[in-house]
């Protein structure tokens, strides 16, 4: 299964930097294993923003659900997730 999701990092005011920066770093070494995991299949920033944009391949919701909750920084985030399927005017072969 394929999701988009929208991650928005919104640490709360006040927020150690140093505790926020730790985080990021673990959030980024955690980001890499799950793409060469083949389950974070894309990830693009939104300029100007601490929004990201994601493409990830997963078996279940259930799975999705517990990656983004493993996600360090993810207390700090607002997400939005979109489940997807093939566009019948796709030229892609495969997902």
Known sequence: M???VLTKVQPPPGADP????????????HA??????????HLWRVVGQW??????RVETP???HEILRSLPL????KTK?????????SLADAD
């Open 32 to 41: 890499v294993r799950l793409q060469h995991q083949g389950k974070w299949l």
């Open 74 to 77: 993810h207390p700090y985030s």
């Open 18 to 29: 140093e505790e926020i920066e730790r985080l990021f770093n673990l959030e980024h070494a």
């Open 51 to 56: 929004t990201n944009i994601s493409i990830f």
């Open 62 to 64: 259930d799975e999705l």
């Open 2 to 4: 394929l999701f988009h």
């Open 81 to 89: 997730v979109t489940a997807l399927c093939r566009h019948p005017g």
